[in-house]
């Protein structure tokens, strides 16, 4: 069969009008096929075609009884384009692909199949030749080598029905979402010298490990291909292919696969504010500026010296968005986090006066990267039910989390890059000093929920000298390790779903690096167990009260206690179910120095039972506590009829919930009611 885009009704091929293979054997299609090729013409011209996977790069099939592979690549200013591979020695011009007035080129190739590398060898109208990895090529080389890799990505037999229907049926708003985000290449190396495990390795150690500390998802740094490790993924060349360093396509299926038919969502990070300069990838790639806007006030980023794609031109819309589809239609991803969302909405983003040219109303806005985006968001959850897109936005621009028909962009949720700012400069403080910082973490509430917001510690905050967060937590030894306990508890207890990077679950003393595996040798000492111990325990306690997740972006669901009380540097709140039925009463001391006795208005009278306390001695703290709970009296406080006296462990966050019962004699002489066995080593 001949490639589709290369045949229509409205198009003259070169050499006599008529499509012949590579060996000159002509290629027939019927009307009705002609038909569909012609509409998927149509489609590429206008800008509405999203999966042009189906259509152009290299698909492997069968032809007039012969095997073989066609291949087509969009490249509308070429004089000549060719495939190179092993079989020709790499030589231009002997394998000529026919081209059409769509700006396709295509052909077919006998005999070419699984894992055959290529590249198209393009001759520009200078004269020069391109040799080009294909911008739609399913698999590529492992680096630092740079061709494709035919390949069949339609072969693999998936295994999570089960999954795919619950997700389809799921409202993840007001379900607990709690990420752990990894870089694939460092969180564990093999011990025989390999560089890397194969992505089917990953899989079951990384569920077994999601499974032991209670994630709900994985986040995984961009697994598009990508040339240079220390871009982390972030400039890929292969926006369809896995990257080859852990495996094969059928691989990465796998390490999906199995995640889902265990329960653990995957949510993969996805770039396409930007892509490198490399030679071998979409730069210039017919010899003009065709994915990237040739006045580098619009189309080249001076903070990360990369290209800038042109969101106005239709056939580069195409493919972005059949690469953000391809991902969940082909891979069963469950969710995209876009990023560098704030540097494609600016056109004068990280640039000065005169460095950036206004859009056609003289304003910043960059309307075709904004129209862009509210495309990809309309296709992916009108395809794709249950599927997330997350957006690492971190400016003031509204409605980013808003359904496009309301005028947003149509996201699921942003990253609240300010509740990470203000929490990290906060909590950095040396304690003495908080007392005039109060309104730091109070702030947050003012906006909390003017979009659907994830509260993220990622990556971001332990590289590039800024330190790991247990390094940045201030005080000796112990306090550092408290510190963090409560920022983590606090993260868990405020309106937001959670994203935490891996290591921070059990505090690394050294930023992340890349080029090595984390700081696991940590494990087996007192203090770095407790602090995984109760990461563990908060998913756990995360996951079980459905006052901590179902109204996550309703004003219904928190309400300050006090956030006023500077002078002794705590903060009370309350969270509260969808229904109203469920409280559970958050209290924190950011300071050294124990609270007895310390009242707190509470919503209800009863028995408040202590379900979280940070400074429980298996975590790694002081063992001070409620002796499992305490009841509430009639006592005003803080605007409410009744209140608790409670203690306030230093540097701590403690929680309760009201209970009609009386607790058991064990559960009134346990000083935290976990429920949960220790985490293994």
Same mark, same amino acid.
């Given at each position: 069969m001949s490639h589709p885009l290369a045949q229509s009704g409205e198009t003259r091929l070169r050499r006599g009008g008529q499509l012949r293979t590579v060996e000159s054997k002509p290629l027939e299609e019927t009307s009705s096929r002609l038909a569909r090729f012609r509409a998927e013409l149509d489609r590429l011209r206008r800008g509405s075609n999203a999966s042009m996977y189906h259509w152009l790069g290299a698909h492997i099939t069968e032809h007039n009884g012969t095997q073989g592979t066609r291949f087509a690549v969009w490249a509308p200013n070429a004089v000549e384009v060719s495939l190179i591979h092993n079989a020709n020695g790499w030589t231009p011009g002997q394998d000529v692909l026919w081209g059409s007035d769509s700006g396709v080129w295509s052909g077919f190739i006998e005999g070419f199949g699984q894992g055959d590398a290529y590249k198209y060898a393009i001759r520009t109208q200078t004269g020069e030749t391109l040799e080009k990895a294909d911008p739609l090529a399913f698999y590529s080389e492992r680096p630092p080598a740079t061709a494709s890799v035919a390949w069949d990505i339609d072969s693999y037999e998936w295994t999570d029905s089960d999954w795919m229907i619950r997700r389809a049926s799921t409202n993840w708003l007001e379900r607990p979402i709690s990420v752990y985000e990894v870089h694939l290449a460092s969180w564990k190396r093999p011990e025989d010298g390999s560089k890397y495990f194969n992505y089917r390795e990953l899989a079951k150690q990384l569920v077994d490990y999601c499974h032991e500390m209670g994630f709900t998802?994985?986040?995984?740094?961009?697994?598009?291909?990508?040339?240079?490790?220390?871009?982390?993924?972030?400039?890929?060349?292969?926006?369809?292919?896995?990257?080859?360093?852990?495996?094969?396509?059928?691989?990465?299926?796998?390490?999906?696969?199995?995640?889902?038919?265990?329960?653990?969502?995957?949510?993969?990070?996805?770039?396409?504010?930007?892509?490198?300069?490399?030679?071998?990838?979409?730069?210039?790639?017919?010899?003009?500026?065709?994915?990237?806007?040739?006045?580098?006030?619009?189309?080249?980023?001076?903070?990360?010296?990369?290209?800038?794609?042109?969101?106005?031109?239709?056939?580069?819309?195409?493919?972005?968005?059949?690469?953000?589809?391809?991902?969940?239609?082909?891979?069963?991803?469950? *969710?995209? !986090?876009?990023?560098?969302? &704030?540097?494609?909405?600016?056109? +004068?983003?990280?640039? #000065?006066?005169?460095?950036?040219? =206004?859009?056609?109303? *003289?304003? !910043?806005?960059?309307?075709? &990267?904004?129209?862009?985006?509210? +495309?990809?968001?309309? #296709?992916?959850?009108?395809?794709? =039910?249950?599927?997330?897109?997350?957006?690492?936005?971190?400016?003031?621009?509204?409605?980013?989390?808003?359904?496009?028909?309301?005028?947003?962009?149509?996201?699921?949720?942003?990253?609240?890059?300010?509740?990470?700012?203000?929490?990290?400069?906060?909590?950095r403080r040396e304690p003495i000093h908080r007392t005039h910082h109060q309104n730091e973490l109070s702030f947050r509430m003012v906006y909390a929920f003017t979009e659907n917001f994830m509260l993220p510690l990622s990556h971001d905050e332990v590289v590039h000298g800024k330190q790991s967060l247990l390094s940045q937590m201030p005080g000796d030894y112990w306090q550092k390790f408290a510190n963090l306990r409560m920022m983590y508890g606090y993260q868990y207890t405020m309106p937001g779903k959670k994203l935490l990077f891996m290591g921070c679950e059990f505090g690394q003393w050294t930023e992340w690096n890349h080029d090595s595996e984390l700081d696991w040798a940590l494990l087996g000492h007192e203090k770095h167990d407790g602090l995984r111990l109760f990461i563990g325990d908060l998913n756990h306690f995360y996951k079980t009260h459905r006052a901590l997740f179902e109204a996550d972006f309703d004003p219904t669901g928190f309400s300050w206690i006090q956030a006023d009380d500077a002078q002794n540097s705590t903060y009370a709140f309350v969270r509260t179910s969808s229904d109203g039925v469920e409280h559970i009463i958050v209290a924190l001391n950011f300071t050294p120095v124990p609270r007895h006795d310390y009242r707190v208005g509470v919503p209800v009278s009863g028995f408040y039972k202590e379900v979280l306390n940070s400074d429980a001695k298996i975590y790694g703290g002081s063992n001070l506590g409620n002796q499992g709970g305490v009841y509430s009296e009639e006592v005003p406080c803080h605007g409410r009829e009744h209140s608790i006296a409670v203690t306030l462990p230093p540097l701590s966050i403690v929680a309760f919930r009201p209970i009609s019962a009386k607790p058991t004699p064990k559960a009134a002489a346990s000083a935290v009611p976990t429920g949960r066995r220790k985490l293994s080593e």
């Open positions: 998802h994985l986040e995984l740094m961009p697994m598009t291909e990508y040339p240079f490790d220390g871009s982390w993924g972030y400039q890929a060349t292969g926006y369809f292919a896995p990257t080859s360093r852990f495996g094969t396509p059928e691989d990465f299926m796998y390490f999906v696969d199995h995640c889902h038919r265990n329960g653990i969502g995957v949510i993969m990070d996805w770039v396409p504010a930007h892509f490198p300069t490399d030679a071998h990838s979409l730069a210039r790639f017919d010899g003009t500026c065709l994915y990237e806007h040739s006045d580098p006030r619009k189309g080249f980023h001076p903070d990360w010296n990369t290209l800038i794609f042109n969101y106005g031109r239709n056939e580069v819309r195409d493919f972005l968005l059949s690469s953000a589809r391809f991902w969940i239609d082909k891979y069963h991803i469950d *969710g995209l !986090r876009v990023d560098a969302v &704030a540097s494609m909405l600016y056109l +004068d983003y990280s640039r #000065e006066d005169g460095e950036w040219i =206004p859009n056609q109303f *003289g304003g !910043r806005e960059n309307l075709e &990267a904004l129209q862009f985006l509210k +495309d990809m968001n309309v #296709e992916l959850h009108g395809q794709f =039910p249950g599927v997330l897109t997350i957006a690492e936005e971190s400016t003031s621009w509204g409605g980013v989390s808003h359904p496009v028909y309301n005028g947003g962009l149509g996201f699921s949720i942003k990253w609240d890059m300010g509740w990470m700012n203000d929490t990290l400069h906060y909590i």
